[in-house]
């Protein structure tokens, strides 16, 4: 039940991290935070695409080394395939570094 709370009071500070990484690219319109699971879903309005872009990251892993946390995904789906080809190659098992309050989101 405390995960549950954590993760709808977490959503929107992540939500505003991940729309400062990609606010060249559009904007994130819904967050789903599953920290139990290891679980995000979301949905993003890019420029000059006519329909949203749903990614779902299926499994994801915090990794802390020294005073640093970094966030990798490992699995990631997303409604177009093509997408879903490039976020395997290029980020798949990638580490983000997280800045230090977004650790707490996840």
Do not use: H
């Not at 994130?28 to 699971?37: E, V």
Request: one cysteine or more.
């Amino acid at each position: 039940m405390f995960g549950q709370i954590k993760d709808r009071v977490a959503g929107p500070f992540a939500g505003l991290f991940l729309n400062a990484l990609i606010k060249e690219y559009g904007t994130m319109t819904n967050l789903q935070i599953d920290s139990k699971n290891k679980t995000i879903t979301c949905e993003l309005n890019l420029k000059g695409e006519p329909a949203p872009l749903k990614i779902n990251c299926l499994n994801y892993q915090l990794v802390e080394e020294g005073d640093a946390t970094f966030f990798e995904i490992t699995r990631i789906d997303t409604s177009r395939e093509w997408i879903t080809v490039l976020c395997d190659k290029y980020l798949k098992n990638r580490r983000i570094k997280l800045p230090p309050l977004a650790r707490l989101a996840l």
